[in-house]
Every structure is written in structure tokens, then in C-alpha cells.
Nanobody, 115 residues
Framework: QVQLVESGGGLVQPGGSLRLSCAAS????????MGWYRQAPGNQRELVAR???????NYADSVKGRFTISRDNAKNTVYLQMNSLKPEDTAVYYC?????????WGQGTQVTVSS
């Protein structure tokens, strides 16, 4: 069994920064994909950023230049550094991973950008 545990969400003012972390634990096999999605009220869940199976990164157009995804393979952890946050970044952020061909989701962490 694999668990994804997120941390780092919270309330921040527009223009501020937050750093999210997601640690995978349990019977970790081959991590094919790992990254972040988000879902705002009334909206569908959307990709924010991820590492692909080839090690490349994908970003949503709306976060390019502001968000950076990174990882620590030794710790099976992925990070999302979010800078220049905007009110429209407000959402529940979910960690997502495909490990040994099985899809996993974290429980979600709330990010609220408001003055």
C-alpha cells in the first residue's frame, strides 16, 4: 500500500509564496509520474505541474514562470514552490503519482490566496 502525504498549504496574500511537499510512503516501486493537480470550487481538477516518466516536467500555462516543481528521489518526495500567488490560484492541491502502474492521490491541501 502506498500513501501520499501532503503538507504546506495555507493562507497567503496575493504576491506571496508557499511551498507544498508530498511524500510517498509504503511499498514504493517504480515511480512513473509524480506531481500536483488542483481543484477550485465548481471547477474540474486540473494539472498544475508534474514529472513525467521520462523525467521531464509539464506545467499548466497559468503557472509557468511562477511555480517550480522539484523532487528528492532519495526521499520519494516532490515539492511545489509557488511564487507570485494570485487569488485564482486558490484551490485544493492534490498530490498525484503513478507507481508501478497504479494511480494514487493524496488527501489534498488547501491553498487560499486572499488579502
Amino acid at each position: 500500500q502506498v500513501q501520499l502525504v501532503e503538507s504546506g498549504g495555507g493562507l497567503v496574500q496575493p504576491g506571496g509564496s508557499l511551498r507544498l511537499s508530498c511524500a510517498a510512503s509504503g511499498r514504493i516501486g517504480s515511480i512513473l509520474v509524480m506531481g500536483w493537480y488542483r481543484q477550485a470550487p465548481g471547477n474540474q481538477r486540473e494539472l498544475v505541474a508534474r514529472f513525467t516518466s521520462t523525467g521531464n516536467t509539464n506545467y499548466a500555462d497559468s503557472v509557468k514562470g511562477r511555480f517550480t516543481i522539484s523532487r528528492d528521489n532519495a526521499k520519494n518526495t516532490v515539492y511545489l514552490q509557488m511564487n507570485s500567488l494570485k487569488p485564482e490560484d486558490t484551490a485544493v492541491y492534490y498530490c498525484h503519482a503513478i507507481i508501478t502502474l497504479v494511480t494514487y492521490w493524496g488527501q489534498g491541501t488547501q491553498v487560499t490566496v486572499s488579502s
